[in-house]
Structure formats: structure tokens, C-alpha cells
């Protein structure tokens, strides 16, 4: 055996009074780490597989199994530290691009928890959800900034095409492919269920759920995967993906061999046939490019869908929000750069984009700014992890929230961070039958459908807190939010006061 | 045969006028109004004049046929049906379609067939009589691209640079012996043999007919067949972190 450069990063202890040899973890694994000895009557670890993801730890009907970081460390310092050194090895020794999976976990600031809510005291007096009526739905498109009256003075009461939703929360873009089939069925019937929506992400729609259609988004990216006049047709929405948190300016590649038949029917593409979403879409190299693309599928479904245009909130996102709020979209959905990924470099994914709370602050202020706010309503995603950030980014100007690794968490996901593998033991990025079967719709779609339950009584609880009964009110609503611990120029571009003030 | 005289009109009505009708039906005085026949599955419409961006676009069934020139994105995402052009069409023309044929007189321009797709029975074809742009057959994964380099004036290659970036599937077979054209490392580039034309043959047949040229003529040229090496190019590329 040659050098072996990085340490495995986690340790496998097993309680060995407790363990049984029921070999569940061996069956479950499906990094091989565990596996059992006859000769010796003991299960053996290979360390060096595990990523984590605590699939045995869960199913160990012993509590036998735990997986802990190992404390062996390499002398590293401030600078170098243990990633630095580790990432140099990989690199030295195979000669390739660092690729990650999920979102960028490094410790920039999180603008959510500098935060706080405000609450009525004395004056403005709150409301109590459970007696009271409050109104967390919210429509979102492109809506009227006056009235108007045809020739005879009756109001004109033709809206542009709207999506429903019974709370400001759907549920981001995932492709078939990076997600599996039961992951896609979870999200599909959980949002019909909830009366929100799911969004099939640039794989396009698998035959088994155009029946969710009314309350699916469906993408069309730059590779156009899977999209033709019916899938469109069968969507609450059509979104245009210009690009993703996770790693904006890049493209989407889906290795072949996870091209396999059900995928490629769904993508439409060969079988064992890498898909390539390239980064730009090669006929938008403008605003007026973008408005050919919205017009184009504004025309092939007759006007009757909204337009979704999302990007990637990077350095002039402002100014790119203006330029699509022109463009004819009816929604911008904003990407932060924590939102996940089935891969991206990781580079890109670590260094690349802007925290989703600044670029929705400064979008919502220029579109108001510009008096162009109400031709277009703002989704923002990447990352919103609970519904306390639901309310501080309605608070901040946005109309709903995406959210999707809050979503797979709901689902099993142990955040591994190994979704690139498909070997995910949670049956939720992959796309082998044995591991998809672990994840059982009925029960993925029940977790989802309890968590946005339960996301919407504490929005009502922190909205009738403010003494708001409803969403509308809250939208833009800053003087409800103060800052903790920013400095001047964050509470700016943020558009609120601080903690005191 | 329904005919609507574009004249005045903006897309937006011109296109509803179109949705409006099941039968066949004629555009005169079309003047750059985009999107036409946008999704449409069964009419057949033929348009004089110079019909505007994205023509054809998610086309699914339909027979569109242009006497004068397209604009760019002819036949983005398509999916079914026949696009005849009598002329000369801009850039992106066939992105990302994966069924139907597109048959164009004259020349094509930047980034032609891009991305295009082929799928179980679903197989794009894409004729050029003309020349074309720089990025042919870029991201290509499956159909055939036929650039015919017909009419060729002085002596630019048939198609200019950097064809064939990123391409993963499909076939292109391009009249000439591409001896000035520089293609990308993971493709191969090999003289056209019998076995290879055979596979165009309908297409040019029909090419011939729709546009009057010589079929004996062009099936007698030599060719050059360009294919990727790999479905997979990219897979070293990445180590897991």
C-alpha cells in the first residue's frame, strides 16, 4: 500500500457489548464501510469510506454504532488549516477540480441570525393565531400598480396569469436525476397536499407526476432538458433557470452514469449520455435575449403560465433584478449563495456569490426605487432554514420563500455532503433502485406536509406577534426587523436600524 | 388555407391569429414578428416575408416553411415537425432540439445546432445548404448536422471556427475535406464511407426536392464525418471533495 495522504476524516466506534452481528449497518452502507467476519465472529470498519451520513447510527437496533470526527489531525494552523492541507493532497494526487456537494459551508456571516424580530407591547396590540383569523396565502405574478376602467367605467379586473399558494414557502429546484424518483414524489404530493408548489429542476418532469401539475414549476435551463410543448403546458409556472447559489456561473453536468432509463426518458436524452447544462444559455447574452426566452414560452402556453426568471445573487444582482423585472418575467427567484447542489466545484460553491438577506434587501429597495417593484414578485431561496427566516425575509421585501435542503433534511438527508457519489444512503440522491426504495413517499411526503404545518403556525405566531394578521402587511414591513451586532453599511444595503434604535 | 396578412400587426396578435386557426394557413407580409408557430402541432404555415426571432420554437408537429429569411433561435427546442427555409437564417438555429428537421437553403449563422438531442425514435436533422458560423454543433448530443457549403463564394471554409466544443453525441457531415477547419481533441474527423452517407440519404433526398438541387450531385460529394469520442468527455475532470 502506497502513502496514504489523508487520514480517513471520521471514526466508527462500536460498542461491542451492545452489537448483536445483526449486520444491519453492512446492509445499509452502501460505502461498504461495515462488514461481517465470520472467522472471527466481529464486524470490521473501513473508516476510510464512511462520509458520515449516519444511516447505520439511525438503523443500529443496538445503539451500538456511532460515527465521531477523527481527532487525528495534521499540524495544522490558522492559515493551513486541516481543508487547505487535505484539499492540496486530493489535487496533488489526482490532477482534478475539487468538486462538493450541498451548500457552501464555510463561516461567512449569517445575515438571518443578525437579525430580530419585532413584537407589539402595550400599543398595536398583538393577535392571538389560534382565535384569530390569519392570512398566510399569497398569489404571486405580476400585479396591477393601478386601476383601470374600459370604456364604460367598469373596473378591468384581467390579472396576469398568478400562482396560489396557501403559505409563502415552495419547495426549491431539484432535478430527477440529482434527486431520485421517491425524492421527486415526496416533494410532488406534499405540494399539492399543502396547496404550495415543488419545482422539477432542469431534468425535466417525470410521466408519473405530470397529474401534480398544478402545483409544479417546471424549468427550462440551458440545456433544455426534458422540455417540450406538453411539459410546459402541464406546469403552475414556467421558471428559467439563468443560475444557482450554489455555484453561479456554472453549468449543471450530470454524469452518464446516472443517465439511465428512466432518467433518460424524463430528460429525453440517450441513455448513459452525460447531461451538460452549459453556464450561459448560449441565446441570452442580454436583457433583450432574456425577453425572447420569456416571450417565447409566454407564447408556446398562450399566456396562461407566469414566467419565473432565477438567478444567482451575485455582486449587481440590483441592477440584474431591474433588467428582468423589464424583461416581462412575473416572478424573480433569487438564489443565495448558501443554497445546495448535487455538485459544484468547490471553489465556486465556497467563493462565489453574495448572502440571499443582502441581495433581497437591495433588489426589493431598487425595484421600489425604480416604481417597477409590483410588475414582478420576489422568491428567494439559499438558504432559508426555518420559518423565523420566512418571516425576516417576507420582512425584507420577499413574496415567498424556495427552499430546498430545509426540504431533504425533512426527507432523511444527513447533510453528507456526498451527494456527487449516488450512493446516497438515504435513497434520496441517487438513482439505484435499492437505495431509492429506502425512501417511502407516504412517509416522505407526511415528514414535508408536518414541517410546512408546523413552519405555518409559527409564522402566524411570530406575524401575530407584530400585530399583523396577514402576509400582505408584512411584506417590505422593515421597520419590524432591527439589526444585531452590523456595521453601518450592512444595516444600509439591509435598509433597517439596530438593536435600540 | 386561412391567409392573414401580417401587415401592422405585433406578435402577440399575429401569433393568436395563428393559435386561433386548426387548418393550414398562409402569413403574407410578415415582417419580424417572433415566436411564430410557437409550440404548434398540426397546422402547416408558410410565411413570406422575414419572420422574426425564435421561430418555431418547442415546434411539435408542425410544417413551417419560409420564402425569404429567418432570424435567429429557428426551431429552439424543438420537438417535432419541419421547418423549410428559402433563404438564409441567423444564429442558434435547432438549440436543444431533439425531433423534427430543419432544412435551410442558404447560410446559418453563429452556434447552429447547438445542444441539439436525440432521443429513443426522436432523431433531429439539421441541413445547411450553405455555410455556417463559428461554434457548430457546439454541446451537440445527438442528431445529424449536415452543412452542404453549396454556393460557396472564395475560399472561406464551409464552416468557421471552433466547431464542435463540448459535443458528446450525435453525427455531423460536413461537403467538404475540412482540411482548414480545426476540430476540438475529443472528436474524430474521417472521410464519409458508403455506410455513412446511407444514413443521409433521405435527408437529402427530401433536401433536394423541397429545394431544388441537384440530389446525385450532392450524394456523389465528397464528405467529411465528424463524431465525438466519448459520451462522457468530462469524467476525469473532477476529484470528490
Not at chain 1, 215 to 226: D, E, N, P
Not at chain 2, 201 to 228: H, I, K, Q
Request: glycine fraction near 10%.
Amino acid at each position: 500500500m502506497g502513502i496514504q495522504w489523508n487520514y480517513p476524516e471520521f471514526e466508527v466506534v462500536r460498542n461491542d457489548s451492545r452489537c448483536i452481528r445483526c449486520q444491519v449497518c453492512a446492509r445499509q452502507c452502501a460505502n461498504e464501510v461495515h462488514r461481517y467476519e465470520a472467522e472471527i465472529d466481529a464486524m470490521i470498519s473501513d473508516e476510510s469510506r464512511c462520509v458520515n451520513c449516519q444511516r447505520c447510527v439511525s438503523l443500529c437496533p443496538t445503539r451500538a454504532l456511532k460515527i465521531v470526527k477523527s481527532d487525528c489531525r495534521l499540524r495544522e494552523n490558522a492559515n493551513w488549516n486541516q481543508d487547505a492541507i487535505r484539499e492540496i493532497y486530493k489535487q496533488a494526487e489526482s490532477g482534478g477540480v475539487l468538486l462538493s456537494s450541498m451548500g457552501n459551508p464555510k463561516p461567512y456571516p449569517v445575515y438571518w441570525d443578525k437579525i430580530l424580530m419585532n413584537a407589539s407591547q402595550v400599543t398595536n396590540p398583538s393577535i392571538d393565531p389560534l382565535r384569530e383569523p390569519m392570512e398566510t396565502r399569497v398569489s404571486l405574478g405580476k400585479k396591477p400598480s393601478k386601476v383601470e376602467r374600459d370604456e364604460n367605467g367598469r373596473l378591468k379586473c384581467e390579472l396576469s396569469p398568478q400562482i396560489q399558494l396557501s403559505m409563502p414557502v415552495m419547495f426549491s429546484a431539484m432535478s430527477y436525476g440529482s434527486i431520485s424518483y421517491n425524492a421527486h414524489l415526496s416533494l410532488a404530493r406534499a405540494a399539492s397536499e399543502l396547496g404550495v408548489c415543488w419545482n422539477t429542476g432542469e431534468g425535466g418532469l417525470h410521466q408519473d407526476f405530470y397529474q401534480y401539475g398544478a402545483h409544479t414549476i417546471v424549468q427550462v435551463a440551458s440545456g433544455r432538458f426534458g422540455v417540450h410543448k406538453q411539459y410546459l403546458e402541464a406546469g403552475a409556472a414556467v421558471e428559467i433557470k439563468m443560475g444557482q447559489g450554489a455555484k453561479p456561473g456554472i453549468g449543471g453536468h450530470l454524469p452518464g452514469a446516472k443517465v439511465g432509463p428512466d432518467v433518460s426518458r424524463t430528460r429525453m436524452i440517450p441513455e448513459g449520455s452525460d447531461a451538460i447544462s452549459p453556464a450561459p444559455h448560449h441565446d441570452i447574452y442580454s436583457i433583450e435575449d432574456l425577453r425572447q426566452l420569456v416571450y417565447s414560452l409566454k407564447e408556446a402556453t398562450a399566456y396562461q403560465k407566469p414566467v419565473i426568471v432565477k438567478v444567482a445573487a451575485v455582486h449587481n444582482i440590483a441592477a440584474i433584478a431591474s433588467g428582468i423585472a423589464r424583461s416581462g418575467a412575473d416572478i424573480i427567484a433569487i438564489d443565495g449563495f448558501r443554497g445546495g447542489t448535487g455538485a459544484a466545484p468547490t471553489r465556486i460553491r465556497d467563493s462565489v456569490g453574495i448572502p440571499i438577506e443582502l441581495a433581497l434587501a437591495a433588489v426589493d429597495r431598487r425595484l421600489r426605487d425604480e416604481g417597477i417593484r409590483n410588475n414582478v414578485s420576489l422568491v428567494v431561496g439559499g438558504s432559508v432554514r426555518s420559518s423565523a427566516d420566512v418571516v425576516k425575509a417576507i420582512a425584507l421585501g420577499a413574496d415567498a420563500c424556495y427552499i430546498a435542503t430545509a426540504a431533504v433534511l425533512a426527507l432523511g438527508c444527513h447533510l453528507c455532503r456526498t451527494c456527487q457519489s449516488g450512493k446516497c444512503n438515504w435513497g434520496i440522491a441517487t438513482q439505484r433502485p435499492d437505495l431509492v426504495k429506502r425512501l417511502n413517499p407516504d412517509i416522505g411526503s407526511q415528514r414535508l406536509i408536518n414541517l410546512m404545518t408546523a413552519w405555518n403556525h409559527e409564522i402566524k405566531e411570530l406575524m401575530g406577534g407584530m400585530g399583523i394578521n396577514s402576509i400582505e402587511a408584512l411584506r417590505g414591513n422593515r421597520l419590524m426587523l432591527r439589526g444585531i451586532g452590523l456595521n453601518e453599511k450592512e444595516l444600509q444595503i439591509l435598509g433597517i436600524s439596530h438593536a435600540g434604535e | 388555407m386561412t391567409c392573414i396578412d401580417a401587415s401592422g400587426m405585433d406578435y402577440a396578435a399575429l401569433n393568436a391569429a395563428i393559435r386561433a386557426h386548426d387548418g393550414d394557413i398562409i402569413i403574407q407580409n410578415c415582417m419580424g414578428q417572433r415566436f411564430i408557430g410557437a409550440g404548434a402541432q398540426n397546422h402547416t404555415i408558410q410565411i413570406y416575408g422575414i419572420p422574426g426571432n425564435a421561430l418555431g420554437a418547442y415546434l411539435d408537429g408542425a410544417t413551417v416553411e419560409v420564402f425569404g429569411n429567418a432570424q435567429d433561435a429557428v426551431g429552439d427546442t424543438m420537438n417535432a415537425g419541419r421547418i423549410v427555409i428559402r433563404g438564409d437564417i441567423g444564429d442558434t438555429a435547432g438549440y436543444a432540439m431533439r425531433g423534427g428537421r430543419i432544412y435551410v437553403h442558404g447560410n446559418a449563422g453563429y452556434r447552429t445546432g447547438i445542444h441539439m438531442k436525440a432521443y429513443q425514435d426522436k432523431l433531429p436533422v439539421l441541413v445547411i445548404g450553405g455555410r455556417t458560423g463559428s461554434f457548430l454543433g457546439e454541446y451537440q448530443a445527438g442528431g445529424v448536422i449536415v452543412v452542404l457549403g453549396l454556393d460557396a463564394v472564395g475560399e472561406r471554409p464551409i464552416v468557421s471556427n471552433f466547431p464542435c466544443n463540448g459535443i458528446h453525441g450525435g453525427k455531423l457531415f460536413l461537403r467538404s475535406d475540412c482540411a482548414e477547419i480545426a476540430f476540438p481533441e475529443q472528436v474524430t474527423a474521417r472521410p464519409a464511407t458508403p455506410e455513412d452517407m446511407a444514413e443521409i440519404e433521405e435527408y437529402l433526398r427530401e433536401f433536394c426536392a423541397l429545394l431544388d438541387f441537384d440530389f446525385d450531385m450532392l450524394y456523389a460529394s465528397r464528405y467529411t464525418v465528424v463524431t465525438p469520442d466519448s459520451q462522457n468527455p468530462y469524467q476525469q475532470m473532477y476529484v470528490a471533495n
